[in-house]
């Protein structure tokens, strides 16, 4: 079903860029990243083979969740710009051919916009409080949550406010952080609303969307108690939660793809949906809904040949039986850098992090040979790659941040428990000899960057070979000239039960997932996951392409 050769298609086999604004290039030395400094780093971007690049929030906001937490859909936050800036970084990224995604944040707002602070204003019973989801206490006096759904982050999902007299009030509903309130997808003001926020980035030039909890926007009504099944959890993607997953989701989406034709047909809608299985996910990726979705179940897939290959057949057959490609991703900025997850058997669940105190620690070189292998095996693939700034420098986790430093509500909310999302958010290195290793000109960093970055810094890799930063480039220039985006596998039996092998466009891929050697078959290495000692042995952990 996957069909390509239209320019409009280029998300079908795209390799997309995930740049985090706060960690990848700050301008005016705050220690936080900005627009200004992603602009000027995006030749870099062009340089590693990308086509598009994804930002992920930089609108107002009172960072209560690093962006996630919006308070003006249509305006930039002081601390990374401004509109003009956003127009500048456009028209850059334009000049070098990068296509450029942002993120929408529609299942809830902070508590700080405009549209809160009014509901909170306008008192009982009054439209403003109908844009989220306000209920009354359980209890005699209301003293008690509405129901018992917990936060993602942990705790309780709901917060109760104080009316302007000063007596207690209903509660509202917070799937994420208790600044995070959600809003109520029921009532078409807030459809109307979100209509007019894609256009205003639509008219600015902007080649899509990448939509947050595209799962969660819509409850059972109701808003019944949960229990979720054993060894499920509420966050859980699994689950059968009455907050995940809702069929009525997909009205808002196929609203959503209409908007998004009249401007034209290369546009597209990128889920951020943990739905379980992948058949269900491919829902959102119905002609007339998104384009893509993100694959997590092939990111939470251990580095098994058994595995990858049951859930490469399972995401090509659930995508392309609706038409679209499959996606596959490894890194994001909420689970822990593939570098260091691969290490560890098994990773902890998704969001809760790692940091000084988890044991055993992670084997660094272990996890970087893995990661290099799995990513080899992934652009590889057909369909549409997406990078996390930094695993192109081979970025482990940065696990021993001080507790001082942490800023993932994960981590308040859990009192400390779990250590949240802050490890892969780092602000990555530039030059190595450079204050805060190029990342910012005064040397500051919003979070400490570990004492052995300048060593992964982009200039003491470039043009080494063997540097992950070159096997990356390798890899996306491979890829491209091969057509491996848009072309088709098919499976070789070889090699033994550690060994994942297929081919692709005339590409024979070899994964070696195992410890033991593996004899390589007829062709010339073209790309290798390391230096190999001989071209016909395939050492563990590690992954070829070979051509004819
Ligand atoms: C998504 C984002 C995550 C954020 C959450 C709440 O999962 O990727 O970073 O905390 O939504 O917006």
Redesign the pocket.
Known sequence: MQQTGSPDDWWRSAVIYQVYPRSFADSNGDGVGDLPGIARRLPALKRLGVDAVWLSPFYTSPQK??G?DVADYCDVDPLFGTLADFDHLRAESRELGLRLLIDL?P??TSSAHAWFQEALAAGPGSPERERYLFRPGRGEAGELPPNNWDSVFGGPAWTRITEADGTPGPWYLHL?DAS?PDLDWTNPWVHERFRDILRFWLDRGIDGFRV??AHGLVKVPGLPDYTPSPGGSMGGDTSDAPYWAQDGVHEIYREWHEVLTEYGPDRVLVA?AWVNPLSKLANWVRPDEMQQAFNFGYLETPWAAGPLRSVVDASLAAFGAVGAPSTWVLSN??VIRHATRLALTPPPPQGAGIGPRTQPRPDTAVGLQRARAATAFMLALPGSAYLFQGEELGLPEAIDLPDSARQDPTFFRTGGELYG?DGCRVPIPWEAGSPASGFSPSGKSWLPQPADWPEYARDAQDGVPGSTLEFYRAALALRAEHGLGAGAIEWLEFGGPDVVAFRNAGVTVVANTGAGQVTLPEGRVALTSEPLADDRVLPGDTTVWLVA
């Open positions: 969740d690093a996630y944040v299942n809830h994420f995070q947050d909890v951020e900025h909420d999302r």
